[in-house]
């Protein structure tokens, strides 16, 4: 595929190097040429130096003949504008990065496709419902559900109660159990694993189970003493905490501290009356003590620095917070903060493009999430008549080494698969990959 790039950002530096590994034919433009000096020497990629919002610009690029065409500027206006030019110049598909919740209200999908924008990305909001996703159990690190939560993914650490430590899976997770481990992510390294591999303490271990079975699991990780998360904290009133206090359950109660006294008073014109705005410094451990920290079982820090929401974090967990998120925009500092074993992590970046990268498959992808930890991927297809993966029962697809499938959900019913599974046309299929190996299992759904 020809792709565009439109701002050499975090988002848009960082997706040009994720789509660059997989030979696409890729062009980063922006007009700050130190933003993009070191890109093209270490990366297969073109660097060009023009204003997206140029139609010179764009022809520079050959903008006409691109697959799709990716704006992921800082400023909404010009990924919108640039957009309608390079649709209009003949691109396939376009991509804008927003930050106007508005603009993603179903009405107004046809009215931005008749402009010439087919999709419309919001990093804030889709960081912010992980976070809400994640921090309503106290004894997951990541939650995520498929076909409005038929089928669930469980991202858990193994400690010393966990009942399952030190046994092959063939014993553990067979056809009998109501879960399947799909990734075990151990130190630096990230398995797909196999029977005869064993669960070793501090692993983190992703199953796949339906909702009657979480108790279940639970139970057999050793967390049956983790309380939901009822009261939360946040650290920072970012875009993402308005967002996150938003789409948090009604339950909930929610406290923001935050700094800046004007954007204290924003908060609260932004925010409903259930959430407490608090004016201070986050990084003061009297003030979080004095706000009821102890009795906190959620703290999520969104300052806009890794290092002081990794920090952060890991100062909650030692006065007993039990479930805290930080915000990691530094994709280095990732394995540092698992390292200090602070909880569940969030990347705008790595959310964002592996939004932007379901666009790009050829089958019928209706999510792409990013296993922020374990340097994998998951993906929901959906099953065409006829293609290859309806052939054969899943032991005998010959799936490629990295893949294993974790679940289906058939008429509305979640089933965890087996090797004697038979997958079926309409069904909807979650497969588990390591990174970069999404193209390599969907040509099985075409």
Not at 22 to 39: G, W
Not at 180 to 197: Q, S
Not at 407 to 424: F, H, M, S
């Amino acid at each position: 595929m020809k792709i565009i790039v439109a701002g050499a950002g975090a988002v848009g530096t960082h997706l040009a190097k994720l789509l660059s590994r997989e030979k696409h034919d890729i062009i980063l433009m922006d007009e700050n040429e130190e933003k993009l000096s070191t890109l093209s020497s270490n990366f297969d990629l073109m660097t060009v130096v023009a204003s997206p919002t140029s139609i010179k610009g764009l022809k520079e690029v050959s903008a006409d003949e691109v697959d799709l065409f990716i704006a992921v500027t800082p400023d909404e206006s010009r990924n919108i504008t640039s957009c309608i030019l390079a649709h209009n110049l003949g691109a396939h598909k376009t991509v804008a990065r927003i930050d106007n919740y508005e603009y993603l209200e179903p009405k107004n999908s046809v009215f931005f496709k008749n402009l010439g924008v087919d999709s419309l990305i919001y990093p804030e909001m889709l960081a912010a419902k992980e976070i809400v996703s994640s921090i309503k159990r106290s004894w997951v690190r990541q939650w995520w559900e498929f076909c409005n939560g038929s089928l669930i993914l469980i991202g858990v650490k193994m400690r010393e109660k966990a009942e399952i430590l030190d046994m092959p899976l063939y014993q553990i997770s067979n056809s009998d159990k109501p879960y399947h481990v799909v990734a075990i992510k151990r130190g630096n390294e990230t398995l797909i694993p196999r029977g005869n591999d064993i669960l070793k303490l501090y692993d983190i271990v992703y199953f796949t189970t339906t909702h009657e079975y979480i108790p279940y699991i639970q139970k057999i990780v050793g967390k049956e003493d983790y309380a939901d998360v009822r009261n939360v904290m946040i650290m920072g009133g970012s875009r993402i905490a308005v967002r996150t206090a938003e789409y948090a359950p009604d339950y909930m109660q929610i406290k923001v501290v935050e700094q800046d006294l004007n954007r204290c008073n924003r908060l609260t014109e932004l925010l409903d009356d259930k959430t407490m705005i608090i004016n201070g410094d986050g990084r003061d451990s009297d003030l979080l003590l004095q706000e009821g920290l102890k009795r906190t079982e959620g703290f999520v820090a969104l300052t806009g620095n890794s290092e002081t929401n990794i920090l952060a974090c890991l100062a909650a967990k030692r006065m007993g917070v039990r479930k805290t998120v930080a915000e990691v925009e530094n994709i280095d500092y990732i394995g540092m903060a698992e390292s200090l074993d602070i909880g569940t992590v969030i990347n705008k970046k790595m959310i964002t493009a592996s939004h932007i990268y379901q666009m790009m498959l050829d089958a019928d992808v209706s999510n792409v999430k990013c296993l922020t930890f374990a340097n994998a991927d998951v993906a929901e297809f959906t099953v065409k008549e006829k293609s290859f993966i309806t052939r054969h029962m899943v032991k005998d697809l010959g799936l490629p080494k990295g893949t294993t499938i974790g679940g289906l959900v058939r008429n509305g019913e979640g089933i965890v698969v087996t090797g004697n599974t038979q997958i079926k046309a309409g069904d909807h299929v979650v497969v588990f990959c390591l990174n970069m190996m999404i193209k390599k299992i969907e040509k099985y759904f075409n």
